[in-house]
């Protein structure tokens, strides 16, 4: 057991009437990482989080922040976290300055500290202008910074956010991401963010992917890739089987079926390209080559796209 | 590993806020003053003027905007309590209530905090209505009583209203329960008419109706003693007995539910 693991989870399980939503999901994150939890919608994300907010008690499986357990010692684990949900949390019919003086006051928070960390955290947010402002008349990047200040509020040591850049403009986005960053940096807070798109598990230190509530990957965006080997390429035909037929007597490599498109992955792709389009230049419509991506880590581990769960129950 | 009274002090504080939080918003939403306030006025003047001297019984021969004076406060806690727990429907949509059951706050305070803040806004708008009561007849001899029985009363129709909202996923809902068992649960406390001219099944109603011993809490401490007894109430222990009883038996299954994990 380590105990520099800010989150450890154990076999975590969670079940909603028949359904598993996770099914036995271990992980630790260190202290002081940015950690994502990336998967498709449906894939246990939302779950999961809401389990570690102590927002829900999970069927079976142990989870500790900080060394605290999330069922035996909750109010611990709250005092020592901060939450940013995807749905606003914010009081709309009060001002910016109210809704943080609040949250400031229910964490235990009192008179002058509590004002000086206020102010503090509306200054580093730039939201100091807006204090007097009502919720409801904010924009929607302004409400989540905000909400971040919010969760920041009262110093947690691990904070936790919920799909953050939804709904945010790609300027937004990468502001919330700067000071994610910031964040750590400076002051060693743990980061659990979950989120759906694949370049937000490149800029965190590990990534989990999750996929029908199970680990299917897990490690730093680089080493995730690199499993890949070399290129991937990506051919377009009209006959798909005949041309993974072909490929695979005649170059010895086993090319897999994703959406109508041949996958290849190989070193020296572009050799690869030039090689195929000899051999069989009336079946090749199309050809792609790309590094890869967390996406690919995800195809090469489930067979599937990323967006393809959703149409499932 | 928290002391206990670090507990208890956090228990209090943190209902403290958020019952403030109550009162801010209700005090932002004007709307729910005119509602809470305006509609039993109106229902008082005009109910009141439109029976008038046709209503026979009363105590000592009293008019019907005097009988129907006790009732309409009633109305107004019920009414304020309605609206004020109603938004737990909408602190669950709009999400503050998820942000609030994960902070490091006992769940009781969430329950305490949020029936103190509406109770306390139900006593309030009941006595600005109080201020006519000289314009019927009433004194105010007695008035830290009465002040109290509203609060008793306020917290008991908060709780109850409370326990209605907490599972209700819309406030549309909320105002179909209002229509069928709230307003009649107030029809039949003896608000708008005595039990004593009541048919055998409505007179039984109105004895289990908890909301009847509230009201005659109210009638007490408005008539006192002697006009009271004239009226045929309960008597006064027992009607102070079961509103406290109602109160707190609400405030507990509110807490019951509140804690109950997701």
Redesign the interface.
Known sequence: MSTAAAVQVLNLTHKYGDRKALDGVSFEVRRGEIFALLGPNGGGKTTLFKILSTALTPSSGTAKLMGFDIRSQANDVRRRIGIVFQNPSLDKKLTVLENLRYHGQLYGLRGAALTDRVNEMMDRLMVADRAANLVETLSGGLARRVELAKGLLHRPEVLILDEPSVGLDPGARRDLWLYLQKLREKENVTILVTTHLVDEGDRSDHVLVLNLGQVVAMGTPESLKQEIGGDVISITTRDTEKLSAAIRQKFSVMPTIVNGTLRVEKEQGHMFIGHVVDAFPEMVDAVSLSKPTLEDVFIARTGHRFWEDQQQP | ??APTEMKS?FL??AL??C??EI??FL??RSRIIGALGSPLIFWLLLGSGVGTSFAGGPGGSNYLEYYFPGTVVLILLFTAIFATISIIEDRK???L????????PRSSFVFGKMLGATSLAVIQGVLFLLLAPLVGFTWNMLPLTLLMLTLVAFSLTGLGYVIAWRMDSTQGFHAIMNVLLIPMWLLSGAVFPAKNASFWLKAVIMVNPLTYGLAAVRWSMYGSILGATMDLPPFVLSLGVTIAFGLAMFIVSLLMTRR??
């Open positions: 590993m928290t956090s504080l943190s806020v958020l403030r939080r801010v918003r932002r939403q709009e999400g503050f998820q942000a609030v059951l994960v902070a490091p706050i994990p997701a």
